[in-house]
């Protein structure tokens, strides 16, 4: 068979080997019968009738190997050249093979594979059941953020009557949690990457159960500072959990479909967590202690659960080839506490800037806390390892992505969620519980929307659902807005509900999955640290704009905003909304899911 010029090549010579991509060995099409359209370039449809020209493939693979003497311009025996090419496919497969990255939890397979490959249960948990547990417990404080918030808002007119202080001091039963929470996320975001984050979250929990024990004890007019106090301790544990929790979640998983379900379960929580707060706060506003009291038992069986279930981690090394992991000794103290303080006084002045008529002592707060931000941003400059990587800033569309974020949630929770809590019991009659009710559909359409979310991102763009997001944001105002005193809750208070929460959600899942996804592996908790921050900041910001802009066109004698004044407000949130749709449909690229490596 040697001798001949050709010969059939049965299905039975057919050789292929499975799960590599063929090689291209430079062949000419020569070597093959013209006008065959073959599925594999080497061997040609596989049909008995065709016939592969076996001189013409003998020369193609010596021009392939300079070692190989012209075997067609001589009489020796020829090499069977069908071995020659089962051995060259051979090496260069193990070549390609070699290397490949090693991914670690993915099953090897070769080939482009058809549907995308999602990583299976991490290394540092021993099954299933204790991953389910893991991420619940992370989660929580995604939940205990919200709960809190529920509390405060859905019972605050029953906590300002008790503790005694006047309407323009309702901003701060939120103010005092979420000014503390600013001043300790950033810190307590490179500690967790620095340290080993599990005692922070059982101690975090702790905290937070002891400082509860100590708002029950602490609601009348003459323990109202401890009251204030208490509230600003339980916002520091707050920032010290959301921030661990996501520096744990994005060292333990990799960017990949299921690092994209994780966080769209814990982007969860805070609907769910806002809807159980306002259920508790709603059903105890009559017995106001025990608001705090059972909280404080929950969190004590948080804390419990954490010790149980957090594995032991150490600080993530970026690199194997690292000689060391980084340690507290490379913290940047100097620049968290530049960044704590600017914070502090910034949410302060926003905070007391409304109730205290914007005295000139609230414009000095906001304008010495904008130049400590301003220092801070020359300190981390110049520090060997800043508290957020500088990198992160040129990430193309970062910036357009946190502007929006600002935008986007600082319009749905300070401008329409707060006081469309106010309209309902003010203007229409309900109670803290009725309330609480209705806020139902947030906590199912919460679920839902992550689940959304979780089964999106690795199919469409990521700005695609950001940008939704941010329309969602807008729903609100826009089902708000035409409302009286007499309109039905069902006619357009329900469906307002319902597609702003997809808001939150979706938002906070595309953007925390795109920011720990283009940082190292030791920088997570700093970098969610950073959006939590900036969910701190417009919390504040836009409730204080909000109250000065409804006190500006129509506050009452008591000091209330009157119901013109809340729909300015509604409009604002509106256009706050609407342009963080804007800025993120022309400037933010977010790109799909994928399975890869941390970034170096």
């Known amino acids: 068979m040697g001798s001949r ?155 300002r009557d008790a503790l005694g202080i006047q309407a323009t001091q309702t901003p701060w039963l939120i103010g005092s949690s979420l000014l503390a929470s600013g001043l300790s996320v950033i810190v307590a975001g490179s500690m967790a990457d620095l340290a080993p984050p599990k005692p922070l979250m059982v101690g975090a929990f702790l905290w937070e159960a002891a400082w509860n024990g100590v708002a029950a004890g602490a609601l009348t007019p003459r323990l109202k500072i401890l009251f204030f106090v208490a509230r600003a301790m339980q916002g520091l544990s707050v920032g010290v959990l959301v921030s661990a929790s996501m520096s744990i979640l994005g060292r333990v998983y990799k960017p990949g479909i299921r690092k994209t379900r994780v966080f769209s379960l814990m982007a969860a929580g805070a609907p769910l967590g806002f809807w159980i707060g306002c259920m508790q706060g709603g059903a105890l506003s009559a017995h106001l202690p025990w608001i705090f009291a059972s909280t404080a038992i929950f969190l004590g069986l948080c804390a419990l659960a954490a010790q149980l279930t957090l594995p032991d981690l150490s600080p993530a090394k970026d690199n194997i080839n690292d000689a060391d992991a980084p340690s507290l000794r490379q913290f940047d103290f100097l620049g968290a506490a530049v960044s704590s303080i600017g914070c502090g006084l910034l949410l302060f002045g926003l905070t007391q800037g409304s109730s205290a008529h914007w005295s000139p002592y609230t414009y000095s707060l906001i304008i010495l806390g904008i130049l400590m931000f301003v220092a801070f941003a020359f300190i981390e400059r110049r520090v060997s390892r800043p508290l957020i990587p500088n990198g992160l800033w040129k990430t193309p569309g970062f910036v357009a992505l946190l502007v929006a974020y600002f935008l986007g949630f ?48 690795h199919i469409f763009p990521g700005h695609w659902i950001f940008t939704a997001s941010m329309v969602c944001f807008a729903m609100g105002p826009i089902f708000f807005l035409p409302q009286t005193p007499n309109t039905s809750y069902w006619a357009l208070s329900m469906p307002g509900i319902v597609l702003a929460t997809f808001g939150p959600d979706m938002s906070f899942a595309a953007a925390a999955i795109f920011i720990t996804s283009s940082v190292p592996r030791s920088y997570q908790g700093s970098a969610g640290a950073l959006l939590v921050t900036v969910q701190n900041l417009t919390a504040a910001i836009m409730t204080s704009i909000s109250d000065s802009l409804g006190a500006k066109i129509d506050q009452l004698p008591t000091g209330e905003i009157g119901l013109k004044g809340i729909r300015t407000i509604w409009w604002f949130g509106l256009a706050s909304s609407m342009t963080g749709a804007l800025i993120t449909a022309i400037a933010v690229r977010i790109p799909k899911a994928e399975e890869k490596e941390h970034v170096h």
């Open 5 to 159: 010029p050709g010969f059939p090549v049965s299905r039975g010579e057919s050789f292929q080997t499975f799960g590599t991509e063929t090689p291209d060995l430079g062949l000419g099409t020569s070597a093959f019968p013209s006008g065959v359209a073959s599925p594999d370039p080497l061997l040609g449809a596989a049909h008995q009738n065709e016939y592969l020209d076996r001189k013409a493939l003998a020369k193609a693979l010596g021009q392939s190997q300079l070692q190989t003497q012209d075997i067609t311009e001589r009489d020796e025996v020829l090499l069977d050249p069908m071995l020659e090419l089962t051995a060259i496919r051979s090496r260069r497969a193990e070549s390609a093979v070699g290397r490949r990255p090693s991914l670690a939890g993915l099953s090897e397979e070769g080939g482009s594979p058809t549907a995308p490959i999602s990583q299976g249960v991490p290394p540092e948990l021993a099954n299933l059941a204790a991953e389910i547990i893991f991420i619940l417990v992370c989660t929580a404080g995604q939940v205990i953020f919200s709960l809190t918030y529920g509390h405060a808002t859905v019972a605050q007119v029953p906590l």
């Open 410 to 457: 600082g319009g749905y929770s300070g401008a329409w969620q707060f006081y469309a809590i106010q309209f309902w019991q003010r203007y229409q009659g309900a109670s803290p519980l009725t309330v609480a009710l209705y806020f139902l559909p947030n906590g199912i359409v919460g679920v839902l929307a992550a689940w959304i979310v979780s089964k999106t991102l």
